[in-house]
């Protein structure tokens, strides 16, 4: 599947939006949250933003998932409980999201959504919500096979700002 029009497609999905006239990237404000989404080279990625940490973890599963499924596909029939643990907040970023992509790929549970019960440096313990997949109703858009390394930033210039790129 052609990124770019993936990207379009993935930037319509979320609401509320705003489309942007430069095509690099467009931005889309969930409440306090927000997610750009960025182009790389050969893969995908986004900067998120938030007040919190709680927040900026969710905009970047919002973000990842948007990529792999429309949102509004998904619903919240059951929710699930996970503890991710790492060695600092940017390895748990990457470790929570690699964890979402687990679900989805080992358990076939597609996340709609998180509420994050606890966050720290090191450790993230979240419900997320979702349901089975149903290849009736599912339909994906772009295999996100892994948040990786490769010019991940987690800060916190003013609010929480989170960089991550996908290898698809």
């Known amino acids: 599947m052609d990124v770019r029009r993936m990207r379009s497609r993935a930037v319509t999905t979320l609401t509320p939006f705003r489309r942007c006239a430069d095509s690099a990237y467009c931005s889309i404000a969930v409440m ?9 080279t050969a893969d995908v990625g986004i900067i998120a933003r938030g007040d919190t ?7 970047a599963a919002e973000g990842m998932l948007a990529f792999i499924i429309r949102p509004e596909d998904v619903r919240p029939v059951e929710t699930r409980r996970r503890t991710v643990e790492a060695d600092d907040r940017a390895g748990l970023l990457v470790a929570w999201l690699n964890d979402l992509i687990l679900l989805l790929n080992a358990d076939g549970f597609i996340a709609g959504g998180a509420t994050v019960l606890e966050c720290s440096e090191t450790r993230i313990v979240a419900d997320v919500v979702g349901e089975p997949v149903d290849p009736s109703r599912h339909h994906f858009r772009l295999d996100v096979k892994a948040a990786t390394y490769h ?18």
Not at 53 to 59: P, R
Not at 151 to 167: C, H, K, M, T, Y
Request: no cysteine.
């Open 151 to 168: 010019q991940l930033e987690v800060s916190r210039p003013n609010g929480w700002r989170a960089q991550v790129i996908f290898d698809v």
């Open 32 to 40: 306090a949250r927000s997610v750009e989404i960025i182009e790389h």
């Open 53 to 59: 940490a709680e927040e900026v973890f969710v905009a």
